[in-house]
């Protein structure tokens, strides 16, 4: 046992096997200086305080502080033992290991149910997108198609509601005022918007939205949505093609024909600022629509989701 002075206090070192290593000693009962050796240490005129002897404990042994721990807290249960696994059966397997591993086996799903997604498809006229949309729309569920407001006249086959909302211009331009419409433009001398609220409606529900819009739309919601939307770029597979599906519809002028072609010759240019292109090719719809789905389902499974918010 030695004692060592360490400015005003004394510490007392004591063996290993002792329960506490060291004391520190404020104060010793003496009224008078040391001047004497003690285990080999020399001390000169060191003065003890009249106060009553007050150890200060330090530095416990590591033996005690495990021993400690463990007295601490007696209810500790202990685990199950694991069974043989060839002999037990799951239940019994399974809370078996729980006990051992601590806690119990969480059922809930490991990757939350994915964002519902907003897919913007555009191209040029001619195209093919809403033979697209049509088919993909009732291969898919939960899948809702956007319909667009327009101040274009309507054609034969079309159906209002369904295929636009076809409004005056008037109307338009009242609901360009209200702010109900989450981009809009002029094409081809007629006014194109996308409403806000059916998007709100539809997502809140949990369905996917398509997204229906020319070039210079695709343009506007790539500013407004940026990474929080998928775009694709329709296309048909030559120029050629795509010029015949305008000459067959049989709903333009000559003069809005060369506008038409003149027009999609520019927006195909444009491509590359999209996401993904799919190739609608003449009597290959199907394999169009399949592209589509693959690309909807690898946008679900990414790890970091789209999260769009209107």
Known sequence: MLLNVVG???LLDM???SMFRRLLCTSLPSHHHFNHHFNHHHFNHHHFNHHPFKPIFMNPSPHFSSSSSKMSNPRTPLSIPIPS???SNRSELLRALESSLGSSFNSQPLHPNPNPLII???GPSGVGKDAVITRLRSSRRNLHFVVTATTRPMRPTEIDGKDYHFVTKDQFLAMVEEDELLEYAMVYGDYKGV???QIRDFMGKGCDIVLRVDIQGAQTLKKVLGKSAVFVFLVAE???AM???LVDRKTETAESLLVRIATAREEVKHMKNFDYVVVNAKGKLDNAVKLMESIIDAEKAKVM???AII
Do not use: G
């Open 8 to 10: 005003d206090y004394y």
């Open 15 to 17: 063996p290993p096997s």
């Open 85 to 87: 696994i060839d002999k």
């Open 120 to 122: 913007v498809i555009s």
């Open 195 to 197: 409403p806000k609220q």
């Open 238 to 240: 030559s120029e050629m």
């Open 243 to 245: 010029v015949e599906r």
């Open 305 to 307: 989701q789209r999260n």
